[in-house]
């Protein structure tokens, strides 16, 4: 045991003895805060109004909208078209006429001919000739039609048109091929008005106007 000093305490008395515990007395518990079990009631309330109010719009709405009865659509019966119906499309007043000139071939061989394409105006078909240009060693001529398909994209005033040869005379002309036709701007339907045409192998090729065969100008003889 701790023996406390010999020297009396300098304030007179004697020292509690070492050791000894003072006696523990509890305090009061923690009060515990009653605001989150309130914001819980509060929010259950706010849920419970909400789904209410909802329900109310709902059967308001149906009570009020009619019930609307879609008609059930008839198939509709297709009528023939009448035998007569024109052809969309065609050659009009500035391809009229006939005409003629020299052309120049680039492939597969190089040469030159002289074409005559005979045009009706809003006709969709026309008259085409080969022959050879004067002076040639020999003679010979192709014959056949010429097509109206449709407008070069982008360019309305060039037609193409699909070639089909009909007759050959000494010739070895190709039976199906396609050209681009397309007046000068200027035309006045006088006899010095021009038209230029273009030869291609392929329609895709003639429809994007590049890469062909035969190039040349004719000139309007009537």
């Known amino acids: 045991m701790y023996q406390p000093p010999g020297n009396p305490p300098p304030y007179g008395g004697t020292p509690p003895p070492f050791g000894t515990p003072q006696p523990f007395t509890p305090g009061p518990p923690p ?4 605001l989150p079990a309130l914001l819980l009631v509060l929010l259950g309330v706010v849920v ?9 719009i709902t059967v308001l709405d149906d009570e009020d909208d009619p019930a609307v009865t879609i008609p059930q659509q008839q198939p509709q019966q297709q009528s023939s078209a009448p035998a007569d119906t024109p052809v969309s499309g065609g050659f009009d007043s500035t391809y009229a006429g006939t005409w003629r000139g020299e052309v120049n071939q680039i492939k597969p061989t190089v040469s030159t001919y002289v074409v ?3 045009i009706q105006q809003n006709s969709t078909t026309g008259q085409i000739t080969y022959e050879n240009a004067p002076g040639a060693a020999s003679n010979w ?3 056949g039609t010429v097509e109206f398909l449709h407008h070069t994209p982008g360019a309305d005033y060039k037609s ?15 039976t199906y091929s396609y ?14 008005d021009g038209m230029f045409i273009k030869n291609y192998f392929d329609e895709s090729v003639a ?7 035969a190039i040349g100008e004719l000139i309007r003889q009537s």
């Open 31 to 34: 009060r515990r805060s009653k």
């Open 48 to 56: 419970v109004f909400v789904v209410l109010f909802a329900v109310l």
């Open 116 to 118: 005559t394409v005979v």
């Open 141 to 143: 001529s192709c014959s």
């Open 160 to 174: 193409v048109v699909r070639e089909n040869i009909t007759s050959k005379n000494n010739a070895k002309c190709d």
């Open 179 to 192: 050209n681009v036709l397309f007046p000068k701007p200027d035309n006045t339907g006088a006899l010095t």
């Open 207 to 213: 429809d994007a106007d590049d890469d062909h065969n």
